[in-house]
Nanobody
């Protein structure tokens, strides 16, 4: 079983990034998926969630209107489109989901001028 995130990097405030999480080893389309983030010295927080068919999404208030979670069940991949990025969005972003609540290794997002 693997969840492999990619797409992080350094971006200026106001910029955009698209994160991807490729899943393998389980029936991806049967499970809700989530993106979390963890900033240095802080707890891991839920950012966004998507239902198994993609028909329902939820976001933490601080990213509503800026971030969009989506999935492609044919590709076993969940995405996080991040627009209008702010310095406070800086964190390691982690993918989560599956029958035993699997975690990826995370991808670093740094928003700085």
């Amino acid at each position: 079983v693997q969840l492999v995130e990619s797409g992080g990097g350094l971006v200026q405030p106001g910029g955009s990034l698209r994160l991807s999480c490729a899943a393998s080893g389980f029936r991806f389309s049967r499970y809700d998926m989530r993106w979390y983030r963890q900033a240095p010295g802080k707890e891991r927080d839920l950012v966004a969630a998507i239902s198994r068919d993609g028909g329902s999404t939820n976001y933490v208030d601080s990213v509503k209107g800026r971030f969009t979670i989506s999935r492609d069940n044919a590709k076993n991949t969940v995405y996080l489109q991040m627009n209008s990025l702010k310095p406070e969005d800086t964190a390691v972003y982690l993918c989560n989901g599956g029958p035993y609540d699997y975690w990826g290794q995370g991808t670093q997002v740094t928003v700085s001028s």
